[in-house]
């Protein structure tokens, strides 16, 4: 498994909240905001653990979007 099949596989098990923030700061990133395969790959990943979640996690994942947006 590679390096960025690995850190997948770690951002899969975040929780979605700390999932978005990690988009966020990706995106940010001057390095990382070009490689933008990788942020695909991430928000492929968040659509897919979002669309798992339990209702419970969907709204505390609105709560805290709403918060990010809000900044």
């Given amino acids: 498994m590679s390096s960025i099949e690995k850190r997948l596989e ?5 929780p979605l ?3 978005l923030t990690l988009i966020a700061s990706s ?4 390095i990382l905001s070009q490689n933008k395969e990788y942020i695909e ?14 209702l419970e996690q969907k709204a505390i994942y ?3 979007k709403d918060n990010l947006t809000q900044s």
Avoid: D, M, Y
């Avoid at 790959?41 to 339990?54: D, P, Q, V, W």
């Fill in 62 to 64: 609105a709560q805290a």
């Fill in 41 to 54: 790959s991430l928000e492929r990943i968040h659509a897919e653990c979002l669309s798992s979640s339990t």
């Fill in 10 to 14: 770690a951002f899969s098990k975040l």
């Fill in 17 to 19: 909240r700390a999932q």
């Fill in 27 to 30: 995106r940010n990133n001057p």
